[in-house]
Nanobody, 127 residues
Framework: QLHLVESGGTSVESGGSLEISCEVSGAPLGRFCLGWFRQAPGKGREGVAALIRENTARYSESVEGRFTISQSNAKGALYLRMNDLKPEDTAMYFC?????????????????????WGQGTQVTVSS
């Protein structure tokens, strides 16, 4: 069974940068479509970034140009690099995975397209 564990969340000041990680174990990372989601207090879960293929990804409008998703198959890890952080980026961040049964990933930002989830890591941005 796939196991996802996020880490690296912390408190940062507005305008700062942070990279969070997701360790994936239980199966080779290359077999899965991967994405990052976030959920702010009182709001629904929002898709932030998802990989389509190496060096190609889809981003939500709210983070386009500021966030970068990447993966390391060798390390079995997914990353989200976040620059120019804003208070509205404050949320619990989750990594998600779905087995790539079609041979390609669509870069979906819809949570129901993913079946395995981590427990989340908290990112707080102060103004």
């Amino acid at each position: 069974q796939l196991h996802l564990v996020e880490s690296g969340g912390t408190s940062v000041e507005s305008g700062g940068s942070l990279e969070i990680s997701c360790e994936v174990s239980g199966a080779p990372l290359g077999r899965f479509c991967l994405g990052w989601f976030r959920q702010a207090p009182g709001k629904g879960r929002e898709g932030v970034a998802a990989l389509i293929r190496e060096n190609t990804a889809r981003y939500s409008e709210s983070v386009e140009g500021r966030f970068t998703i990447s993966q390391s198959n060798a390390k079995g890890a997914l990353y989200l690099r976040m620059n120019d952080l804003k208070p509205e980026d404050t949320a619990m961040y989750f990594c998600a995975a779905a087995e790539n049964i079609r041979g390609s990933c669509s870069g979906s930002l819809k949570q129901y397209d993913y079946y395995d989830w981590g427990q989340g890591t908290q990112v707080t941005v102060s103004s």
